[in-house]
């Protein structure tokens, strides 16, 4: 079975820190890992990851893939109060045409002003 | 270009009761998924369709659950009987899928219907 854990469950930091959430997977027949980012609706994409070793950026935020590892990192720099929301972590399987997600159950990051 | 649309946004009902939910995906999504988000929780995928086929429903419970897109478009979700822990949030999401020999499955989700069971 298919399985994703994050850590840390929550956190507290203030505006301007630097924050690091990590996600470890187990999965057959990895395909791609995906970081979402949940606010008080849908999941909103921010990054899918494929290849190791190569970080994706987007602003503040980056992330990075371990294939030999299993993990992946999501970092955000100088955090603001709209970064707060719960971060999934997601991976998909290849070899086919079945390729849902299978979820973490998020870190629910707070950031106080 | 417009997201995934879902509707009902909120629904109450009673244990036992029937409840459907309606998606529509983004256009030209070949994919389409149902998720069941219980609080606390990630979402966890219930059905995916590829067009009008079931590709993959191994964890939906098919004794209440059932789902469909028979043109390949929009699709419904049905619970009947519902039960107490049916209550989650339940998610719709699409992606563009294979094109030509390239599969592209960043998924891109509805805002959700929130189901409450008393």
């Known amino acids: 079975e298919d399985k994703v854990v994050q850590s840390p469950l929550s956190l507290v930091v203030h505006e301007g820190d630097t924050v690091t959430l990590n996600c470890s997977y187990e999965v057959t027949n990895f395909r791609s890992l995906l970081w979402y980012k949940q606010e008080k609706k849908a999941p909103t994409f921010l990054f899918m990851l494929t290849s190791s070793g190569i970080e994706k950026k987007s602003g503040r935020l980056s992330s990075i893939l371990d294939k030999k590892e299993l993990f992946s990192i999501l970092n955000i720099t100088a955090t603001q109060t709209g970064d707060s929301a719960i971060y999934l972590c997601?991976?998909?399987?290849?070899?086919?045409?079945?390729?849902?997600?299978?979820f973490g159950k998020g870190t629910h990051l707070i950031i106080q002003p | 270009e417009a997201g995934v649309a879902q509707s009902p946004r909120y629904k109450i009902i009673e244990k036992r009761q029937s409840v459907a939910f309606w998606c529509n995906p983004i256009s030209g999504h070949a994919t389409l998924y149902w998720y069941q988000q219980i609080l606390g929780q990630g979402p966890k995928l219930l059905i995916q369709?590829?067009?009008?086929?079931?590709?993959?429903d191994s964890q939906l419970p098919k004794d209440r659950f059932s789902a469909e897109r028979l043109k390949g478009v929009d699709s419904t979700l049905k619970i009947q009987p519902a039960k107490l822990e049916d209550s989650a949030v339940y998610l719709c999401?699409?992606?563009?899928?294979?094109?030509?020999?390239?599969?592209?499955?960043?998924?891109?989700f509805g805002p959700g219907t929130r189901l409450t069971v008393l």
């Open positions: 999401a699409s992606s563009l899928g294979w094109v030509g020999v390239t599969q592209y499955n960043e998924q891109f």
């Open positions: 369709f590829q067009n009008n086929g079931v590709v993959d």
């Open positions: 997601a991976v998909s399987r290849g070899g086919g045409g079945a390729d849902g997600l299978t």
